[in-house]
DNA sequence: TCTTCTCTCCCGCATCTGCGTGAGGCTCCG
DNA sequence: CGGAGCCTCACGCAGATGCGGGAGAGAAGA
């Protein structure tokens, strides 16, 4: 895994704990190929020092800053400097701020009690363009995924109900969906309400509004 | 790695090439701890299996099936058997299909031309809970993870008019945005006229797809 | 065969909506 | 102080919508 580089990864840490910190940045600049020339104990020093460096490839990020929280931290960092990798430092395996610390575009994820060696891997994943997860997270992340996507509840829309329904969503009134499907307006407004009576639904609004959410388009 | 289980792992293959599943299958079998009483040369046949026979702990599937394709085999499967873990075998790496298929439920997602301890190491791994997928591929899904939530243009709603656009969400008229927010009927026509005006629409329906695909709500 | 489902079309009416226009009061900022 | 921005409220009107009814045709299934 050790292999010498032609130029040293530059990571930068976040970490509002001095003697974590400290650790960290010891433990980087005791690896070859890794220098950490720069720590910060919250995101707002980060920020402002990116007005006059070069962003690192990688920063280490604790998620539970005060001020500005790692979790908005990633997001701004990856606003000024899409191409640095964010990993994410925590103690607890806490469901949620992984999942929007991954959204807000985190490469990963490490556990403050990893080993050595987990860290060093999670940055030379990072600077590859890998991502940083144990399996089981990525099991967590999945599932959220798949909670996100699946619903898909059957109403018993038929076809041409889809197609209104569908029609719908773009904003389109009863007359310009009736011209678009080559139907009487009367038909359209018949279709409407059949939908709302499946969708269990009393506007139009609602139809789109359950439409969406639910994912029936 | 390689460890004795108390009772072996049963292992299903869905998969349409002969040779390649016939080679799985002896590959399993060959492994202690795994075994493969069952092959399929497709998701019908899987399914029919389901109704005669106990689910298998995790299931090779082929992601490019014909007839019922891997990604709704999988979606299928797992509305039968939630429990069981699905592999999916594949010979590219295809973004969309793979997203697709961790959508419907995958456990992860195997190479064709895998090495044969991968291959073990994803089974049992899919069996402890979690997901096989390489560092590259967990880059793919989080990517689409951040294009899902990250958008969030800012239109520059006041805070009235997103309390209007909420309750414009939730299928209200205007006379019961205008009770809730103990407003008068003009005001939330007013507001809600403003909001057209931000979000460039011209209809409520538009307004509610918008703030949902765009996540305003 | 008869029923059910779906798709199609129609009428009428109370209500809701989109939009033009105007206006008073408030706060914040230069 | 004056303007800008926001929140509030108001009138009127053409057009759209939700919903009550009714009805015919074809396809699918019991």
Redesign the interface.
Known sequence: MSQPYQEAITVWIVEDNDDFRQTMQDLINSRDGLRCPHVFGSCEDLLAALNTEFAPEVVLMDIGLPGISGIEGVRRLKVISPATHVIMLTIHENNDRIFQA????A?GYLLKMSSTDKIFEAVE?AC?????????I??R??NM??Q???PKWDYGLTEREQEVLHA????K?KQQIAESLFLSFHTIDTHLRNIYAKLH??????A??KA??ERLV
Chains 1, 2 share one sequence.
């Open positions: 991954l959204c807000a575009g490469s994943e590859k363009g890998g991502v940083v997860m144990n399996a089981k990525a099991r992340v999945l995924f798949t996100l996507s699946a719908l969503v773009d904003g009134t639904v009393h506007s139009r609004s609602d789109v509004a969406l959410r």
